[in-house]
């Protein structure tokens, strides 16, 4: 059984509390209450696990038709096949309980795939059975967990400290890994609290639009989520109990920001100086440096004139305060992407009005699930049933990962005027537009403002949040004329009108181009890293090395965003995998450093850059923050997470000076 299964059998605080009812073994010989606990769990996701324990491919067959692949992932099953299903797996899992049936083992091969494209609802590529094998295997160790060769000795670890800059999703991960493995590490996090963009941010609204039973450390799941998609204040909890479930929280030095890493060639180590909360500054050694310092974390006011002539209240969404009250004010809103999006719908129903301020729409999908709280049936499934959080975990990568990828593929024989880059694309159009048209009807006058001209996925995608009801309220207006500048009582627009205003509120998004900044990092022969990258063109060898700065690794580096739904968990779980295997080969070669051969990079770059070109996100006429200056596509990741799965899974000396 690995950790997070002992998780779920009630071991840690987390996973007993909650609506998680009694456990399997309370149930042995309760036939009712058995089938009852099922009654409220995802039918579809039962059926994988009956499957995998009967191998009853019939069944999977019989399934199949009733269950819809991306864009709008559902079920449809008769209730007969449900109940079937149901009765089948009550029986099979009170023998479970009674010790009379061991776990079935992990499907392979055909049969596997057989029952992923089930699961996905769609065919699926021989490619993901081995990463499902992986995520099916209970066993200790987890097999994502770096294990020693050859256990190096304990001095040998001591002279090896490694330093994590950023306690945040990313920082935590590395930490619990690092401690794993016996290494000495420090964090060092700017903010009193872990958390990264879960702590710094707390607008009205602000919440997560990837479930979280995907959106979560796979070693560490919650199965007590109170929603499929949670709210900041209980992500937030999520990420300081994994800080204090692991132990993390006594390396991190709170308050202290690094100002510079600089590596020396001649001790092999890097030197970083640290600013302390009082302004004090002193320096400490690493053998190597994690970056964990987030994408999405400065914020960036519009250059708009006359910004700081407003009388009234201005605030970023990422620089919320809490003693600003919007009750019956005169709100304008400049922004209305992910953070926009979450706030307007939040507040509208409390002021006075509410002007937002769209310079381009988003595309926007319903999820059934938005809103929805978990139930305590499925809640129990999820921590009790085996297998079955594996697989539900599965469903959600394919709905919001991997199965959207290939409306992403340019296909150069497609043509409609620009309006979409394939055929599903197309269809993921279709489905968007009607659903709009739906929730305005088919004569609004807000029908033109809001579809946007631009193809699906092209900016990042949004769940829909109430956003086209509160575009509709009496008190809310969708202001498409362009700004022409702020004066003390509020907002000009280009056409003349004066848009009078007791508060401004900037969803204005993130300077995510200036990666790595304000921090100074200097590597082999004093090469300055932002001089390498220049003022905004950051890459990196898997998104995580650059060559020239040895056992300098970055996590949700260059190109490793998502913005077609996807799960930063995900990719950060792959870095850090691949990072610790670096780090236990350059300590088991009796080694200083790794530093990632300067065509190797290139190399990937330039891959990088080639599929690029071929995606939605380098459309014609198109802006996004994914893109710097000169049109390059610096922030997102181009390949499938399977892809990036295979890619981090193993490190290939090969490719590194290894000194
Ligand atoms: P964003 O996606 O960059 O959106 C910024 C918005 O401000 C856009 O609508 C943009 O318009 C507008 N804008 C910027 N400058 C402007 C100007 N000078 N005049 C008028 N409008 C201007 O920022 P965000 O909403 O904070 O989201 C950033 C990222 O954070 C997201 O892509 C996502 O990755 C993440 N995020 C996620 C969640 C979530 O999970 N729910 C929530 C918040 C943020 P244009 O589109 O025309 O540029």
């Not at 009733?66 to 449900?82: C, D, K, S």
């Not at 060092?188 to 479930?211: H, L, M, Q, R």
């Not at 409306?407 to 197309?426: E, H």
Request: charged share 20%.
């Amino acid at each position: 059984m690995n950790k997070g299964d002992q998780a779920a059998e009630g071991t840690s605080a987390r996973a007993s509390g909650g609506a998680s009812g009694p456990g399997l073994a309370e149930l042995a010989g309760d036939h009712a209450q058995m089938r009852a606990a099922l009654d409220g769990a995802d039918a579809a996701t039962l059926l994988l696990v009956l499957v995998q324990f009967t191998g009853d491919h019939d069944l999977l067959g019989r399934a199949r038709p009733f269950i819809a692949g991306p864009m709008n992932y559902h079920e449809t099953m008769p209730e007969v096949l449900r109940a079937e299903i149901r009765d089948r797996l009550t029986a099979i899992l009170i023998e479970c309980a009674e010790g009379k049936r061991p776990l079935p083992p992990i499907p392979e091969g055909d049969a596997l795939r057989a029952m992923l494209s089930t699961a996905a609802g769609e065919d699926v590529s021989e490619d993901y059975t081995a990463m499902m094998r992986e995520d099916l295997d209970l066993a200790e160790p987890d097999p994502r967990d770096m294990v020693w060769h050859t256990l190096p000795a304990p001095a040998r670890l001591e002279q090896f400290p490694v330093v994590i800059i950023g306690g945040g999703m990313s920082g935590v991960c590395a930490a619990i890994r690092l401690k794993e493995a016996g290494l000495p590490f420090t964090v060092i996090e700017k903010n009193p609290a872990v958390g990264g963009s879960w702590y710094e941010n707390f607008y009205p609204g602000c919440g997560v639009d990837t479930p979280n039973h995907f959106y979560s450390y796979s070693f560490f799941p919650n199965h007590d989520w109170s929603h499929f998609f949670a709210k900041r204040d209980e992500l937030w909890t999520y990420f300081e109990d994994a800080a204090d479930h692991y132990g993390i929280r006594d390396h991190i030095q709170f308050g202290t920001e690094v100002i510079s890493a600089i590596w020396s060639d001649s001790d092999s180590d890097w030197t970083l100086t640290l600013r302390r909360a009082g302004g004090t500054e002193e320096q400490i050694k690493a053998k190597a440096v994690i970056s964990a310092v987030g994408v999405l974390n400065r914020p960036k006011l519009p250059d708009i004139a006359g910004r700081d002539s407003f009388a009234g209240k201005a605030l970023h969404t990422a620089q919320w305060d809490n003693d600003f009250d919007w009750r019956g004010k005169r709100v304008g809103m400049i922004g209305t992407g992910a953070s926009g999006q979450q706030v307007g719908p939040t507040i509208a129903p409390d002021v006075a009005s509410l002007t937002i301020f769209q310079r381009s729409p988003h595309w926007v999908v319903p999820n059934p699930n938005y809103f929805a709280e978990v139930s305590d049936g499925m809640k129990w499934a999820l921590a009790h049933i085996p297998f079955f959080a594996r697989w539900y975990r599965f469903q959600l990568f394919w709905a919001f990962a991997d199965g959207l990828h290939a409306s992403l593929k340019v296909d150069p024989n497609w043509d409609d005027g620009g309006k979409s880059i394939n055929a599903k694309n197309a269809r993921h159009r279709e489905y968007m537009v009607r659903y709009l048209r739906s929730k305005l009807g088919g004569n609004s006058p807000l029908l033109d403002k809001v579809t946007p001209t631009y193809p699906p996925y092209g900016k990042r995608i949004l769940i829909d949040n109430n956003w086209f009801e509160t575009l509709q309220r009496g008190n809310v207006d969708l202001e498409t004329g362009r700004i022409a500048r702020i004066v003390p009582e509020g907002i000009e627009t280009e056409d003349g009108r004066r848009i009078e205003l007791d508060a401004i509120i900037y969803a204005t998004g993130f300077q995510a181009s200036k990666v790595l900044a304000p921090m100074t990092i200097r590597g082999v022969g004093g090469k300055d890293l932002h001089d390498f990258w220049g003022p905004d063109d950051a890459t990196a060898y898997l998104g995580t090395m650059v060559p020239g700065f040895p056992n300098f690794f970055m996590l949700m580096g260059p190109n490793t965003g998502l913005a077609h739904g996807g799960n930063v968990i995900f990719i950060t779980e792959c870095q850090v995998r691949f990072i610790m295997a670096a780090l236990r080969t350059v300590i088991e070669q009796d080694a200083h450093s790794a530093d990632v051969r300067p065509e190797v990079h290139a190399a990937h770059v330039r891959e990088v850059d080639a599929l690029h070109a071929g995606m939605v996100w380098t459309h014609k006429g198109l802006t996004n923050w994914y893109r710097n200056d000169q049109g390059r596509v610096f922030a997102l990741l181009p390949y499938r997470l399977v892809d990036y799965w295979k890619m981090t899974r193993t490190f290939v000396p090969e490719e590194y000076t290894i000194a």
